[in-house]
Structures are given as C-alpha cells and as structure tokens.
C-alpha cells in the first residue's frame, strides 16, 4: 500500500473529535486509508443493498450495534444517520467514536451543518500526490503521468489508463447522477463533461460552454455544480486583492482534480498521443495545480489558491498565499527555461507591493536554480519548495 500523506492528520484529528469525515473523489483511497488506521472499528459499507436498506428503516437499531463506534463508508447513501450519530456521540464525549466517507459533497455538507456541526473534522483525501508516487520510485515521465494520472487503482492494479477511466466516468454517471432529475440527457451531459476537459486550465466562459453544449446558461452553472460536487473538477478564483487599482479578470479558471481522467476525456489513449497534443500544456498546468491542492488538504489547510490576470493580459498561473502574502508560481512543460517565462513573475512582484520576495517557476525540466529574484524547481521536487516557503 502506498503511503498517503494525509494519514498522520487523521491519526491527530482522531485524538480531538468524536466524528472524523473524510470525503474526496470516488476511488481516491479513502475506504483503504480509513481500513488501514482504524483497524480496531468495525467496518460497514453503506454501498451494500441489505446493510443500506437496515440502516435506513431502522436507523436507531442500526447505530446501537456500534455503541463503541464504527468506520461508516459512503454515508451519503443513508443521511438520516447523521442524526442519530449526534445522538449517540453526544451521549459520549469521546474522540474518535465514527469515522465517516463520502464522495458527494452536498449531501455531506447538508448532513454536516444540520447534525454534526462542532463534533467533526472534514478532512478531503484526493487521488495520490506526487510526493506519494515518488515515495515508491522514480517517477514517471511527464507525458506518462498526464496519461495515466493518480487514481490509486490505475497504478496499483495497473490498470491500462483508457479502461480504467473509461469505466469510471460511466460509474460516475450511473450511480451517481441517476437520480439528479435535472440531467435528463445523459448523451448531452457526456458531451458537456467532454468541452470542460477540453478546458482545463483556461479561463470558464459560460456563453461558449452553453453554445457548445446545446444547453441553457442557467442549466450548464447547474452541471457545473454537479462535477464540483462529485469530485469531478474544481475552480480556480482570480485573485482580487483590495489595494490594486487595475482591471483584473473576474471569471475563474477550470480544473480537474485528475489530469488522467480530463486526458482520456480529450480522447487521449496512448501516452504518445500527448507528445504534440495541444493540450499539453493545459494538461501539465492541471497537474501542478491539483498537486499544491493536494499539499495543502493533505496537512489540514484550506484551499487558498488563486490565479492573476489583468485586462493586459499579464498573468501567473498560480497565487499561493502565505500570512496574507501571495506567492506567485509560473508553470510551463518545457523542459528547457526561456527568460520570457519570468515575465508574468516580474509583473506581479512589480505590482503587488506585499508579494513574498520570491516567485517560483515550475517547469518540466531537470535543473533547480536558485535565482536572485526567482526560484526554479520542477514537478518532482514542488513540495520540497512548498516546505521551504511555508
């Protein structure tokens, strides 16, 4: 089993709540992370037609099996426990009693704000981390690691890329959204899907993806909330900050919290169809994005990542702050650097008096330099820099 970072911040929220919730994509990990920490809990799957239908009929003589606790995956699938866990840890101050995972975000914060407000710690798990697949080697080459992306199964069970999506993007469309009244269509919304990989890393223009799609303005901010619900894609605000007078970009930039399923989207199927793809580096931007993400949620921080671009069109593709400083990071594929690479960096740290002094370009490359204005690194040692500037 690959190690998972976010396991030593279980292990210490475990000590201070009654109830830890660990949500994140299906097929991210979680039901083996939680197995592996809370081995001494009873296990139950709430994804099973008999457990599910006990729990649901008779929530009262369900919980009152566990009166020590129980390790409760899915638990979307029943949210009327979210009751009677309040009830039964209430009862008990104690830290660590029910361990919960979801993979739907809604149904979850409903349940959450509704029962379990002040008695749970929310901790997101998402597919492996760079750091995590290099713990257990070399890592891959770039074009590799855009096509088979980090979903666990992919590279436990070596699983060929293209079925392995292929196979969950339809899972998620059974299971998940067969019961969303409002995707009707499901050949409308495959395609809509579709146009948002095609869009990963670029600015979200709603007008363009309804045009696209067929659908209503209304009806494609719907679906979005879908995908961002389910794990499927996040977005990146640009970042505002109150004492620039300049004109900045207000519509936020699209992302999928795997580059390996918004690759197969695009239709590719080999590795080698990324070489000239023109997506390539929309792909790779993906990735490094979604990986400072995962730095952050895998330590118990927030996400408060951004992006700059003024009506100029001088832009940094990622805004990590730091005590209210921001850090701006560039991110090319290349795997050479060209001076012209730093001119986003350069404008930021020119304009935002109360940038950190240092910005950071991430490329695809080998060599690290520590420059006198700037900070170069690649895809392989990001967190090692993220470590340094924390």
Known sequence: ?????????????????????????????KTTLVKSVFKKLPYVNLEHPVTRDFAKNDPVGFIEQYAEGAVLDEIQRVPELFSYIQVKVDESDRAGQFILTGSHQFELRTGINQSLAGRT???KLLPFSLDELSACGELPSVDELLWKGFYPRVHDKDIPPAQAYSDYFETYIERDLRNIENIRNLDTFRLFVRLCAGRAG????LSNLSNEAGVSQPTVKEWL????????????????????????????KLFFYDVGLA????????????????????????????????????????????????SNANEVDLIYEIAGKPVPIEIKSSRTISDEYFKGLRHFTKEISHSRDKGILVY??????????????????????LKSIN
């Open 1 to 29: 089993m690959i190690s998972r970072t976010l396991e030593n911040y279980v292990r210490q929220m475990a000590k201070k709540y009654p109830v830890i919730t660990i949500t994140g994509p299906r097929q991210s990990g």
């Open 263 to 310: 690759a197969w989207l695009c239709g590719i199927e080999e590795c080698r169809h990324l070489q000239n793809h023109p997506l390539r580096g929309n792909f790779y931007e993906n990735m490094v994005v979604a990986d400072v993400l995962k730095w952050r949620w895998n330590r118990g921080k927030s996400n408060n990542l951004s992006f700059y671009r003024d």
């Open 225 to 252: 909330s879908i995908l961002q619900a389910s794990y499927i894609i996040f977005t990146l605000p640009p970042y505002h900050p109150l004492n620039l007078n300049k004109r900045l970009v207000k519509s936020p």
């Open 364 to 385: 695809a490359g080998d060599a690290e330099q520590r420059r006198t204005e700037f900070t170069v690194t690649n895809h392989r040692q990001l967190s090692d820099v």
């Open 121 to 123: 710690a929310v901790l």
């Open 202 to 205: 670029q600015l979200l223009n």
